[in-house]
């Protein structure tokens, strides 16, 4: 069957149609990329994990750098155990800065922040 034997209405519908269906689907599509945006809560609790997270990084090594500053009493040259995920990315004499992941913490007595030391 070829286009000259469609009768002329049938192709009048057809283009319609085919717009309809093609407005419908992008309907769809952009309500289904609302619905999978991150909403600020999901933000905040994937936020939070890391900070969790971190945390725990950052209490595995801080018993070593404690040991190190009690036997030398400083922090200048203090080495993490491999394999921790942490950096130390600062030492000095009575502080430093740990680094893993986003987040960093500076102590002695310091808490997981966003960000580089």
Known sequence: MSAADIPWMSRVFVIPALLIAVFVGLYLASQDAKSNTPSASDQHAVAQAQ???????????????????????????????????????????NSYCLQGGNEHEVGPGGSPQPGPC
């Open 51 to 93: 900070s969790v997270g971190a945390e725990a990084d950052f209490g595995q090594v801080v018993p070593a750098l404690q040991a190190y500053f009690d036997q030398n009493q400083t922090y200048v040259g203090a080495t993490l155990p491999a394999g921790s995920g942490v950096v130390l990315a600062s030492a000095e004499a």
